[in-house]
C-alpha cells in the first residue's frame, strides 16, 4: 500500500470513530426508559439528563414500557451505535427476563455497551408488624425456626411469578431450607396490601415502596437483603449476616448499542460518573433510597453478567415462565 492510500485510510478511520462524537454535539441524545413515567428509573434518568446536558448537550428522555421492560430495551439494542441512543438496563431487562421469557427481541449479553452502573436499591424482608408481634418473629433467625417448626404455614406475596419478590422469597427458602406458599398479585402494590391486611406474612418488598409504612409501624423490618447494611435503615441487619452470601437488590445502569465506538462509550461514562458523584445527586437520590454507584464499563459489565448467571438459576428452580 503506497503512502497515499495509506494516509487516506487513517483519515477515513479517524473521520469515522470521531464522527459520532462531533454528531452528538449537534443533536440531542435519546435516552430510553423501557418503564412508565414517573417511576424510580424515569425519575433518576431526568435526573441524569438535567445534570449531563452542559457536558453531552440535550439528553431527551423517552419512555417505551411494555413487555417487562423487553420493549424499550430492545429499541436500544436496535438503535444506530452512534452514541444518540443510550437507555436504561435494569435487573429485570438484563437478568430476569432472558430467563423468564420464552422468547426474547434482543440479546441481553451481546446487543449492548455497558456505559455505568446509576443505583442500586436495596430490598427489605419485611412483615406484618402485628403477625410478626403475634408469632413472636423479631429476627431473620427467628422467622427461619418458625418456619422449620411450622411446616407450610407461612406464606409470601409477590408482584406476580418471576418478579423480583418472588424471586427472593425463593432464593431465601432455598438458602434457608424452608417452605413457605408464594401467592403471586398483578403489582407490587396489591402485594404491600395484602402483607398490609395480614393476608400473607411477609414479603420481600423494594426499600423505596415499603419504607413509609415501616416508619410508620405498619411493616416490621427483620433484615436488608444488600451484603452490608444499608444507612436508609440504621439497625437492620442484612439477610446476609443469618444466610452468608444472601444478596439480591435493585439495580440499573446505563447502556448504548453493542457496536458503539469505545471513545463515544469512554465520553458518557465520563459525563455520567461525574453526575453520579455530584453531592446534588446523592441528595435528589436518597430520597428515593437509591444509592449513586458509578463505574466503568468493565465493572458495570461484570455485574450484569454476574447477575444473569444468578437469575438463570433463581428464574429455572422457581418455574415461572412468560410465554
Known amino acids: 500500500m503506497n503512502f ?15 464522527a459520532p462524537l462531533a454528531h452528538s454535539q449537534g443533536k440531542p ?12 428509573l424515569d425519575i433518576t434518568a431526568r435526573a441524569m439528563a438535567e445534570r449531563v446536558k452542559d457536558t453531552l448537550g440535550t439528553v431527551i428522555v423517552e419512555n417505551r414500557p ?13 438503535a444506530a451505535p452512534d452514541g444518540l441512543t443510550i437507555g436504561i438496563a435494569a435487573t429485570a431487562t438484563h437478568a430476569v427476563n432472558p430467563w423468564l421469557y420464552s422468547r426474547m427481541p434482543y440479546n441481553a449479553a451481546t446487543d449492548f455497551a455497558p456505559i455505568t452502573q446509576m443505583v442500586r436499591v436495596p430490598n427489605v424482608l419485611v412483615m406484618n408488624a402485628e403477625t410478626a408481634q403475634r408469632l413472636k418473629i423479631n429476627s431473620v433467625q427467628d422467622l427461619i425456626a418458625y418456619a422449620k417448626a411450622n411446616p407450610a404455614k407461612l406464606n409470601y406475596a409477590s408482584g406476580g411469578n418471576g418478579s ?11 438458602d434457608a431450607g424452608i417452605f413457605a406458599v408464594h401467592i403471586p398479585y398483578n403489582g407490587g402494590a396489591p402485594a404491600q396490601l395484602a402483607l398490609l391486611s395480614g393476608q400473607v406474612d411477609f414479603n420481600f418488598d423494594n426499600l423505596a415502596t415499603a419504607a413509609p409504612n415501616i ?3 405498619k411493616l416490621k423490618a427483620l433484615a436488608v437483603t444488600t451484603l452490608a447494611p ?11 449476616d443469618t444466610l452468608k452470601g444472601f444478596a439480591i437488590d435493585t439495580w440499573w445502569g446505563l447502556v448504548a448499542p453493542a457496536a458503539t465506538p469505545k471513545e463515544v462509550l469512554s465520553r458518557l461514562n465520563h459525563a455520567f460518573v461525574a453526575a453520579l458523584e455530584a453531592p446534588a445527586t446523592k441528595t435528589r437520590f436518597a430520597a428515593l433510597l437509591a444509592e449513586p454507584v458509578p463505574s466503568t464499563p468493565e465493572e458495570f459489565g461484570a455485574l450484569m ?3 444473569r448467571a444468578k437469575y438463570e438459576k433463581l428464574v429455572k428452580a422457581s418455574g415461572a415462565r412468560v410465554d
Not at 4 to 18: I, N, S
Not at 66 to 76: H, K, L, P, Q, T
Not at 230 to 240: C, E, H, I, R, Y
Open 164 to 174: 423480583a419478590g418472588h424471586l427472593a422469597g425463593e432464593m431465601f427458602k432455598r
Open 215 to 217: 416508619r410508620s409501624g
Open 29 to 40: 441524545i435519546r435516552l430510553i426508559v423501557p418503564y412508565a413515567a414517573g417511576g424510580p
Open 230 to 240: 444499608s444507612s436508609a435503615l440504621p439497625g437492620v441487619p442484612p439477610v446476609a
Open 305 to 307: 453478567n454476574s447477575e
Open 4 to 18: 497515499k492510500k495509506l494516509l487516506l485510510k487513517t483519515l477515513t478511520l479517524t473521520v469515522c470513530l470521531a
Open 66 to 78: 411494555g413487555a417487562g421492560g423487553n420493549i424499550g430495551a430492545d429499541a436500544v439494542a436496535k
